[in-house]
């Protein structure tokens, strides 16, 4: 059974830092996986589509990684703003029945 | 892009009413959509999935006489939490596949918070 893993569960930073989040998951026969942003009460914005077959991908000041052998995945932002205050969320599709199975999230707070 | 639109955003009802949940795809046709549940702190959990014109599909665990799901067109399915409790004050969310893209893309409503007094 296909578990995701987001750790650390909560992170709060100063302005200006840049950060990692981390993205775990047991079963390597993944489809893909997503980073997703989710603002309170709120529902979810995709932020980065990796494939299986991708190492790598970026957005503006957002850079999501996969290494699928080892079941991680990380989302590296740079210059951190207080907007980037969110839950971010990590899901990967599976294989076999393109099912999305979600991380925890992790709740990102940026400090003025 | 693709856009969801689910209704009501936010809901408070007394135990022991029902209450429906609505989730439209907007601008393309869904053959299939999703309704996850999350609580506090929590991930995503997938309740059921709806396909056009028949029954849903439930996961484990998950009543399908309390959790209502109705999906009479391409462009709508309902979820009604019936005899609501205060158990099952969550956030529930909606998702939609288009029809004939890829299954691995599936576009997100932006929930909805249920609060059972």
């Known amino acids: 059974k296909q578990e995701v893993t987001q750790i650390p569960a909560a992170l709060s930073v100063p302005e200006g830092e840049n950060l990692v989040l981390n993205c775990s998951f047991t079963?390597?026969?993944?489809?893909?996986l997503q980073w997703f942003r989710q603002d309170p009460g709120k529902g979810l914005t995709s932020l980065l589509l990796?494939?299986?077959s991708q190492r790598e991908q970026t957005s503006g000041r957002l850079n999501a990684s996969l290494d699928k052998s080892s079941g991680r995945s990380t989302l590296y932002i740079a210059a951190s703003q207080p907007g980037d205050s969110a839950t971010y969320l990590c899901?990967?599709?599976?294989?076999?029945?393109?099912?999305?199975?979600w991380g925890a999230g992790t709740k990102l707070i940026i400090k003025p | 892009g693709a856009v969801v639109s689910q209704h009501p955003s936010w809901v408070i009802c007394k135990s022991g009413t029902s209450v429906k949940i609505e989730c439209r795809s907007l601008?393309?046709?869904?053959?299939?959509m999703f309704w996850y549940r999350q609580f506090p702190k929590q991930s995503l959990m997938l309740m059921a999935t709806?396909?056009?014109?028949?029954?849903?599909?439930?996961e484990q665990g998950v009543e399908k006489d309390k959790f209502l799901i109705n999906h009479a067109s391409l462009t709508l399915s309902t979820l009604t939490v019936t005899s609501a409790h205060p158990e099952d004050s969550s956030f529930y969310i909606c998702?939609?596949?288009?029809?004939?893209?890829?299954?691995?893309?599936?576009?997100f409503g932006a929930g909805t918070r249920l609060s059972v007094l």
């Open positions: 998702s939609a596949r288009e029809q004939g893209a890829a299954k691995n893309i599936q576009y």
């Open positions: 601008d393309f046709q869904a053959t299939t």
């Open positions: 709806s396909n056009e014109g028949s029954k849903a599909t439930y």
């Open positions: 079963d390597s026969a993944i489809y893909n």
């Open positions: 990796i494939q299986s």
């Open positions: 899901a990967v599709t599976m294989d076999s029945n393109y099912q999305l199975i």
